[in-house]
């Protein structure tokens, strides 16, 4: 018991030398009243930069709209402008499909009367009257190229004969 009485006392005696080194500072209400101005000076400009941090969000979120419509845009400009591109182009090869049809049957028919051309050119140099008619028409110089450019695709001429090919036969 006598351990508990001493330890009573000796916290008594530290907590009042304890009272007497601290250092009373002392609180006006001139101090009350310049803390309470400074919470309402705080409180004002924390409300003030949050309207003008909502203005400024208002602002973005305007320009991300803006935005997202030029985006959906340029995605609609560029689809378009793509679809257009393959359709000129499938466009393109139908016509040149359906262009060479009639040609590549002139060209058949050419074929056929290929060996007939040849036939008249040996006739027109051993016949003169012949040979002089088609030189006054132009013909002659056509007969003439046909025997150079057997492999080239039959290209049709101006007085209906062609330029034959060597085509195998199926």
Same mark, same amino acid.
Do not use: C
């Given at each position: 018991?006598?351990?508990?009485?001493? @330890?009573?006392?000796? #916290?008594?005696?530290?907590? %009042?030398?304890?009272?007497? /080194? =601290?250092?009373?500072?002392?609180? $006006? *209400?001139?101090?009350?009243?310049?803390?309470?101005?400074?919470?309402?000076?705080?409180?004002?400009?924390?409300?003030?930069?949050? @309207?003008?941090?909502? #203005?400024?969000?208002?602002? %973005?979120?305007?320009?991300? /709209? =803006?935005?997202?419509?030029?985006? $959906? *845009?340029?995605?609609?400009?560029?689809?378009?402008?793509?679809?257009?591109?393959?359709?000129?182009?499938?466009?393109?090869?139908?016509?040149?499909?359906?262009?060479?049809?009639?040609? %590549?049957?002139?060209?058949? /028919?050419?074929?056929?009367?290929?060996?007939?051309?040849?036939?008249?050119?040996?006739?027109?140099?051993?016949?003169?009257?012949?040979?002089?008619?088609?030189?006054?028409?132009?013909?002659?110089?056509?007969?003439?190229?046909?025997?150079?450019?057997?492999?080239?695709?039959?290209?049709?001429?101006?007085?209906?004969?062609?330029?034959?090919?060597?085509?195998?036969?199926?």
């Amino acid at each position: 018991m006598s351990l508990i009485l001493l @330890l009573f006392l000796s #916290s008594l005696n530290l907590s %009042l030398w304890a009272q007497e /080194k =601290q250092v009373i500072i002392p609180y $006006t *209400l001139a101090d009350r009243d310049r803390a309470i101005s400074t919470d309402a000076k705080i409180a004002s400009l924390e409300a003030n930069n949050n @309207l003008r941090f909502e #203005s400024i969000d208002k602002q %973005l979120n305007y320009l991300q /709209k =803006q935005n997202d419509d030029i985006k $959906t *845009l340029f995605y609609w400009g560029f689809g378009i402008l793509i679809t257009l591109f393959f359709f000129i182009l499938g466009y393109v090869i139908w016509d040149r499909r359906t262009a060479m049809h009639p040609i %590549l049957i002139q060209a058949s /028919k050419a074929e056929a009367n290929s060996s007939e051309v040849l036939t008249l050119r040996d006739y027109s140099k051993k016949t003169e009257y012949l040979l002089e008619e088609w030189k006054k028409k132009g013909t002659l110089i056509m007969l003439q190229i046909i025997p150079i450019i057997p492999k080239v695709p039959i290209v049709p001429i101006a007085i209906g004969i062609g330029i034959g090919t060597d085509k195998k036969k199926k």
